[in-house]
């Protein structure tokens, strides 16, 4: 099975801070994407990287970046936190071609105060 | 632009069939995905339909018009574990990520 893992689960930050969110997936896929999800606007993607050192900015990337040093890990970074990007933040992986069947992690609840 | 209208909520008891519709404009289009979400949980892939027609999987089927941009998700013999929220996404062009709708929550009542 597909596994995907996130750091943590819940996160409570400070306005300012900087914040690093990790991913992991263990099934060697090539793409990797960013999302965040808010009642009533359903998932909208960050960014999403189709290979390492690759990215792509998607629907609302102002405000954060990414990274991936390796084919596994794909880290979002809010490089100073905001409290409208208090949300859930979900991770999901698929096979290069096959972006239409993505495995998500469990999310992270980010709350900025 | 591009857009996912499906409807917000949709509601039906045990035992029953219920359709969920998605209607998409996007500029170019490979193909129709559907997820389900529970409560607190992740996304989980349930199909894709990258030709019109009818694909079935078990209680499960989800119908594809690529002529009128529309396609839906079949529920049947509803089960109080279907409640949950469902998204379509639309795999728009080669290459890029797909488009999510604002998702459909389903409540499942005895």
């Known amino acids: 099975d597909v596994k995907v893992t996130q750091s943590s689960r819940y996160l409570v930050k400070r306005t300012g801070e900087k914040v690093f969110l990790e991913c992991v997936q263990d099934?060697?896929?090539?793409?990797m994407f960013w999302y965040r999800q808010d009642p009533g606007l359903g998932l909208r993607l960050i960014y999403f990287?189709?290979?390492?050192?690759?990215?792509e900015k998607g629907d609302i990337p102002e405000g954060y970046s990414v990274s991936r040093e390796k084919k596994e890990r794909f880290s979002l970074i809010l490089e100073s936190a905001s409290t409208n990007q208090t949300s859930m933040y979900l991770c999901a992986s698929s096979l290069r071609g096959q972006n239409y069947e993505q495995y998500f992690g469990p999310g992270t609840r980010l709350t900025v105060t | 632009g591009q857009s996912l209208e499906q409807p917000s909520e949709v509601t039906a008891v045990e035992g029953a069939i219920v359709q969920i519709n998605c209607t998409y404009q996007t500029s170019g289009f490979y193909g129709l995905s559907w997820y389900q979400q529970h409560d607190g949980g992740a996304p989980t892939f349930l199909s894709y339909?990258?030709?019109?027609g009818l694909e079935e999987t078990g209680r499960f089927s989800s119908f594809l018009s690529r002529s009128d941009s529309y396609g839906y998700l079949l529920l049947q013999e509803l089960q109080m574990k279907d409640s949950a929220s469902y998204f379509c996404?639309?795999?728009?062009?080669?290459?890029?990520?797909?488009?999510f709708g604002k998702g459909t929550t389903l409540s499942v009542s005895s």
């Open positions: 990287s189709y290979d390492v050192k690759m990215k």
């Open positions: 996404a639309v795999k728009g062009q080669a290459g890029t990520a797909l488009i």
């Open positions: 099934m060697d896929h090539e793409n």
């Open positions: 339909n990258a030709l019109d």
